[in-house]
């Protein structure tokens, strides 16, 4: 899930990608603001340091989308507002942004927030010098392709940005772009203070924000703690001092501290505990309709599943083989939905009707005859590994999805654990991965942009993004920068089916099922336990009093 790869219990994914990772054992480590009303959160390791631009999966994300304030912010709805931003304004065709800051913002270290602030962190997140992980987002922006050389300092900036004024910039685009007024919300967007650069590894231990929190300590594999920002000027009314996120490794673990009111908050049920945890009266249940989408994805390097004739029949054969519902019913206790597109029910032009969405359906016998014609083409014995991390509650799941295609389609078919959610990424950032692997995506601004481009475009393959997969075909990218450079919604949403349509030819993932957003709070939390448009928790309305 962006951000945002999950590492799963809820599923995903920030897909970033994956799910969100599950944990097991939580900390023991006293917050310096021990006894205060500070929310505790169940969470993974992040894979990385907290630099915002290259963080994409949310044992990052969820602290660092509260450390730092974007020019927007979203409502718990995914309604944007302008929070650093006093205004965003295109030219006649969306290739060009004039954008005015608020006065006054400043980082907690006490520098002021300016135009340069967004510019250089921008640049910075662009510059393959730096290998970010989120670098995809800013392919649009002017002079991005420049900074994809050869021998770059890792300073030069896109020549797309510039500086007008201390608190006016502007930005030129190589393409139209209509959804970078809501893009600019996701966490890679955020703006650095001066000290980031004079020693980058050394602020993603001890990141210096301008958000609602700032960083009290962050004890590895333990905790991660934050205390309310006095100085906070945006839109968030934070209802607590801080809130500290616990690392599990099992998220069983995790729910148990939820009952005894070690834990307050989780954003994802046990499969042990789906069954019980509406009814359970030592917590606070939480099940609604949700945005993440989880999937498994399968290499496009991966010989006999390539992107040509014999991998499609092979994908197609293989979703057909997997009873999704039977899945959703015996695994997940009726937490999801039968996944039907690549986005989610709660997204713009969300559609359960596309050409190509059969390919997702429940269909033995049709995937029988679509695998012999693959054999075809290409006789293929196997084995085909579905790897997953194996602290974050997805051993279910996958056990479900082998048994099923070996009893439906024959195949030699088996599961790989991988021991936490930071080596299960590192493997699939170093493209290490020999078979199919765990993904899903929690989304990082309400657009199918965010869910597709993002996911399955050329630009965002081959490190540069979170197409983990490394799936190309020009066909969809072209349909998606048409999209981006639509005049309206409507028109820009008919075309991103469109896109769709190729993907579910092509399957580069298989989509397997939504995810509820399903999570439960510990009855120490009075009151703000909610869940927001990205399936977490709403952070900062929590309170114990």
Not at 59 to 65: A, I, R, S
Not at 342 to 350: D, E, L, Q
Not at 490 to 502: G, P
Request: net charge negative; hydrophobic share 35%.
């Amino acid at each position: 899930m962006k951000k945002k790869a999950l590492a799963f219990a809820a599923v995903a994914c920030s897909m970033a990608m994956l799910l969100s990772a599950c944990g097991g054992s939580s900390s023991n480590t006293a917050s310096s603001t021990a006894g205060a009303n500070i929310i505790t959160a169940y969470n993974s390791e992040p894979q990385n340091p907290l630099i915002p631009s290259n963080t994409n999966e949310t044992g990052g994300g969820k602290p660092g989308d509260l450390l730092f304030s974007r020019l927007v912010s979203f409502d718990k709805d995914g309604k944007a507002s302008n929070e650093v931003a006093e205004s965003i304004t295109p030219n006649d065709d969306a290739t060009q942004y004039t954008i005015k800051l608020k006065s006054g913002w400043k980082f907690t270290d006490g520098t002021p927030v300016t135009a340069e602030s967004f510019t250089k962190a921008w640049s910075y997140a662009a510059n393959a010098k730096n290998a970010q992980k989120a670098s995809s987002f800013f392919s649009t922006i002017k002079g991005c392709d420049e900074l994809q050389a050869d021998g770059l300092k890792g300073t030069e900036q896109l020549s797309g940005l510039k500086v007008v004024d201390d608190t006016t910039f502007t930005v030129d685009l190589n393409q139209s772009d209509s959804v970078f007024p809501i893009k600019v919300g996701y966490l890679a967007f955020a703006p650095l203070p001066e000290s980031f650069y004079k020693d980058p590894k050394a602020f993603g231990q001890k990141p210096v924000g301008n958000g609602p929190y700032k960083l009290d300590h962050w004890d590895h594999n333990k905790e991660i703690a934050l205390v309310k920002n006095p100085d906070y000027k945006g839109n968030e009314q934070v209802k607590n001092d801080g809130v500290t996120f616990k690392v599990y490794t099992d998220d069983s673990a995790a729910y148990r501290d939820i009952q005894a009111g070690n834990l307050d908050v989780m954003e994802s049920v046990p499969a042990a505990f789906t069954k019980t945890f509406k009814t359970d009266k030592k917590v606070q249940a939480y099940s609604e309709a949700g945005s993440v989408i989880q999937t498994f994805t399968i290499p496009s390097t991966l010989d006999h599943f390539k992107n040509d004739e014999e991998g499609q029949l092979r994908r197609q054969a293989i979703s057909m083989a997997i009873d999704r519902q039977q899945i959703i019913d015996k695994v997940l206790n009726g937490i999801g939905t039968p996944a039907t597109d690549f986005t989610s029910p709660k997204t713009p032009g969300y559609s359960d009707s596309l050409t190509g969405s059969d390919n997702l359906k429940f269909n033995a016998k049709k995937a029988k005859e679509l695998w012999a014609k693959a054999d075809a083409i290409s006789k293929y014995d196997g084995p085909l590994t579905f790897s997953y991390n194996a602290d974050g509650g997805a051993k279910p799941i996958y056990d479900a999805v082998v048994n099923q295609l070996k009893n439906n389609l024959g195949i030699d078919a088996s599961t790989n654990p991988i021991p936490t959610f930071q080596e299960f990424r590192d493997a699939i950032t170093n493209r290490q991965m020999t078979g199919a692997f765990r993904t899903g995506w929690q989304p990082d601004y309400p657009s199918a942009e965010n869910y597709l481009w993002q996911l399955y475009s050329s630009a965002a393959a081959d490190g540069k993004g979170s197409n983990d997969g490394d799936y190309k075909n020009p066909d969809f990218d072209a349909l998606c920068l048409q999209a981006a450079a639509a005049k309206d919604t409507d028109s820009a949403n008919k075309l991103y089916q469109q896109a769709q349509e190729i993907l579910l030819k092509d399957l580069p993932a298989i989509p397997l099922y939504y995810s509820n957003a399903s999570g439960v709070a510990s009855l120490n939390v009075k009151s703000g336990y909610a869940f927001d448009w990205q399936n977490l928790p709403t952070y900062t309305e929590m309170s114990k009093k």
